[in-house]
């Protein structure tokens, strides 16, 4: 599966099935939610995370049994060693919908040799889906999105913060950073659904995003869509930053056209605080 035609086919499916995880969280999130602790940082997973990802895990494997993939919370599945990988994040926002905040999000991405290819972001909320194959460019429910580029307020931007779950208290980078983003931001939206951040980005609503030890799962699929409509995506050093599944955890900066500059220089200053 290498061609733009087979990624297309790929789209169509990861859309379908985005989708009617969609309709399973809205149909469940009106309903009595079972919450349950997750691992030792504050997490937590609901049966709507399970009902969703098995959903999401039957659709892909039962499309592309030939493919690996990398599940929320069930971890890797099907064909190890495959040069495809499917990530697959079955509900974005699940501490939001444990305390009955309707903000979170579905997404999968499809990456080769660790890299993403396809992202898919689906809104249950609203009913949106937004995706992007890499070079073809992203679209959303309008069509083709493209990220106007930066024009300066005298208030400053409007910034996402996300950071991984093993990011503790009292982490002084973390700290740092925060401290830097709240003194020169007019707003700094910490959602708890990192995908609809990337789509916000993407559609120009926000004006950049500054990611801290972020995990993987929530990552390439919104990343790709945001690149592909054109922000600028760049590791704290400015190096080029592309989402890839060899690591754990990832620092990055995304912004609009004209933007990246200041940014870098506030996440200099964070780290030196």
Same mark, same amino acid.
């Given at each position: 599966m290498a061609s733009d035609t087979d990624l297309e086919h790929a789209r169509r499916i990861a859309v379908d099935a985005a989708e009617a995880a969609g309709l399973l969280l809205s149909a469940g999130t009106c309903g009595i939610v079972e919450i349950n602790s997750k691992g030792d940082h504050g997490d937590v997973v609901t049966n709507l995370d399970l009902a969703a990802e098995k959903l999401l895990l039957e659709r892909v494997l039962a499309a592309f049994p030939d493919h690996a993939v990398i599940a929320e919370e069930s971890g890797k599945a099907g064909e190890t060693g495959s040069g495809w990988t499917w990530v697959i994040d079955p509900l974005d926002g699940t501490n939001n919908v444990a305390i009955g905040l309707p903000l979170y999000a579905v997404g999968l991405a499809l990456c080769r040799a660790g890299l993403p290819e396809l992202g898919v972001v689906h809104e249950p909320v609203t009913g949106r889906t937004w995706s992007a194959i890499r070079g073809r460019g992203a679209l959303g429910p309008g069509g083709p999105l493209t990220v106007p580029p930066y024009r300066p307020t005298a208030h400053g931007p409007v910034l996402a913060w996300i950071q991984g779950y093993g990011v503790r208290r009292g982490d002084a980078v973390a700290g740092a950073l925060k401290a830097e983003l709240d003194e020169r931001a007019r707003r700094v939206l910490r959602l708890w659904a990192p995908l609809l951040a990337w789509v916000m980005l993407a559609r120009g609503d926000i004006d950049g995003i500054i990611g801290y030890r972020t995990g993987i799962v929530d990552l390439p699929g919104g990343l790709l869509i945001a690149r592909e409509? =054109? +922000?600028?995506?760049? +590791?704290? %050093? =400015?190096?080029?930053?592309? +989402?890839?599944?060899? =690591? %754990?955890?990832? %620092?990055f900066v995304a912004s609009r056209p004209g933007l990246l500059p200041d940014l870098l220089e506030l996440v200099r200053e964070g780290v030196r605080r």
């Amino acid at each position: 599966m290498a061609s733009d035609t087979d990624l297309e086919h790929a789209r169509r499916i990861a859309v379908d099935a985005a989708e009617a995880a969609g309709l399973l969280l809205s149909a469940g999130t009106c309903g009595i939610v079972e919450i349950n602790s997750k691992g030792d940082h504050g997490d937590v997973v609901t049966n709507l995370d399970l009902a969703a990802e098995k959903l999401l895990l039957e659709r892909v494997l039962a499309a592309f049994p030939d493919h690996a993939v990398i599940a929320e919370e069930s971890g890797k599945a099907g064909e190890t060693g495959s040069g495809w990988t499917w990530v697959i994040d079955p509900l974005d926002g699940t501490n939001n919908v444990a305390i009955g905040l309707p903000l979170y999000a579905v997404g999968l991405a499809l990456c080769r040799a660790g890299l993403p290819e396809l992202g898919v972001v689906h809104e249950p909320v609203t009913g949106r889906t937004w995706s992007a194959i890499r070079g073809r460019g992203a679209l959303g429910p309008g069509g083709p999105l493209t990220v106007p580029p930066y024009r300066p307020t005298a208030h400053g931007p409007v910034l996402a913060w996300i950071q991984g779950y093993g990011v503790r208290r009292g982490d002084a980078v973390a700290g740092a950073l925060k401290a830097e983003l709240d003194e020169r931001a007019r707003r700094v939206l910490r959602l708890w659904a990192p995908l609809l951040a990337w789509v916000m980005l993407a559609r120009g609503d926000i004006d950049g995003i500054i990611g801290y030890r972020t995990g993987i799962v929530d990552l390439p699929g919104g990343l790709l869509i945001a690149r592909e409509a =054109g +922000a600028l995506v760049t +590791a704290y %050093d =400015g190096t080029p930053f592309d +989402a890839s599944l060899s =690591g %754990d955890e990832h %620092d990055f900066v995304a912004s609009r056209p004209g933007l990246l500059p200041d940014l870098l220089e506030l996440v200099r200053e964070g780290v030196r605080r």
